[in-house]
């Protein structure tokens, strides 16, 4: 069984500055896919970022990049120049690639607040 | 090309009642999920759809949950009967078999009396 932990409950930083989110992962699948996805006030659920498990590079997408560390079964999310608007929930989630489902496992999720 | 979309966006049920909550997934899209959130339980998988076959179907939720999938471009998510503790908001959302990311639609509040 796959878990997904993401220990800050909620950061809370001053727009234009730089914010990392952390989440750390189990999975006995050898290679798997790690998402992010954004959750507005609106409730609405937005896919931001993915990172395959097999590839060195750190996934990079607009301002989110990812902080990936296999060793540690790390994924963190930096979200640079920070704008209001990026104020929401954050989950990390994953899935293995060798498995006839595509059903994901997600983290808890942590707030995020941007100030003025 | 237009994302899930899920109606009603709000339903208010008596306890007893049964409600019906429908989605249609991005077309194209084979891979179907309803999931419900609470602040306390998070994000829970109810149901898993691949090409209309049922792939996963939530333990916990099997006696009074049932979601079908009509047809490829249709789902619907009936509670029966439901109850105060269903009070949540449901998620459907797809995703292309081997695309792996998950396209939810906007979801549906419903709180039962």
């Known amino acids: 069984a796959q878990k997904v932990t993401q220990t800050q409950t909620s950061i809370s930083v001053v727009e234009k500055t730089t914010v990392t989110m952390d989440c750390v992962y189990e999975?006995?699948?050898?290679?798997?896919?790690l998402f992010w996805y954004k959750q507005t006030a609106s409730g609405e659920i937005v896919f931001l970022i993915r990172q395959d498990s097999y590839k060195k590079e750190n996934a990079t997408v607009g301002h989110y990049s990812l902080n990936f560390q296999k060793p540690k079964s790390s994924i963190g999310l930096i979200i640079t120049a920070t704008q209001i608007e990026d104020s929401a929930v954050y989950f990390c989630?994953?899935?293995?690639?060798?498995?006839?489902?595509?059903?994901?496992?997600f983290g808890d999720g942590t707030v995020l607040t941007v100030k003025p | 090309d237009a994302g899930v979309t899920q109606t009603p966006r709000h339903e208010v049920a008596e306890k007893g009642q049964t409600i019906i909550l429908k989605c249609e997934p991005v077309s194209g899209h084979n891979d179907l999920f309803w999931y419900r959130q609470t602040k306390i339980q998070g994000l829970e998988l109810l149901s898993y759809f691949r090409s209309k076959s049922l792939m996963e179907d939530g333990g916990a939720f099997k006696d009074r949950f049932k979601a079908e999938m009509l047809n490829s471009s249709f789902s619907t998510l009936k509670i029966q009967p439901t109850e105060p503790k269903d009070s949540a908001v449901y998620l459907c959302?797809?995703?292309?078999?081997?695309?792996?990311?998950?396209?939810f639609g906007p979801g549906t509040r419903l709180t039962v009396l």
């Open positions: 999975t006995r699948d050898s290679s798997y896919f």
């Open positions: 989630a994953m899935r293995g690639i060798n498995t006839n489902t595509g059903k994901l496992t």
């Open positions: 959302a797809s995703s292309l078999e081997g695309s792996y990311e998950q396209y």
